[in-house]
């Protein structure tokens, strides 16, 4: 079983900028695919963005693109997302998850797909 821990979530001004990250431990990490989701109150849990085992393909919720990049380092078992231009939209709890690699391009977003998570990080953007 994999354990996740995020941190770097917080309160951040519009247009602003954080990174999260994700810690995993008790599973090889590179035999998994990452993604970080979000959850907004009285919302349903939302794909942000996957990255596949080595990093070579991503996966973009569609009101992310461009603005939030999903990248991982194997060496140290974390997983990140860099977030700019933050809107207020962005406010919710982001979430990590962890999926066994089906391939060098899985990078799925249903939230199926993963069977551990992570606590959750508050991201709030103030207006």
Partial sequence: QVQLVES???LVQSGGSLRLSCAASGRTFS???MAWFRQAPGKERESVAAVSWNGGS???????KVRFTITRDNAKNTVYLRMNSLKPEDTAVYYCAASIAYGS????????????????????VAS
């Fill in 8 to 10: 770097g979530g917080g």
């Fill in 105 to 124: 391009e899985y990078a799925p977003s249903n939230l199926n797909a993963f069977d551990a998570w992570g606590q959750g990080t508050q991201v709030t």
């Fill in 31 to 33: 035999r998994l695919a």
């Fill in 58 to 64: 991503t996966n973009y919720g569609d009101t992310v």
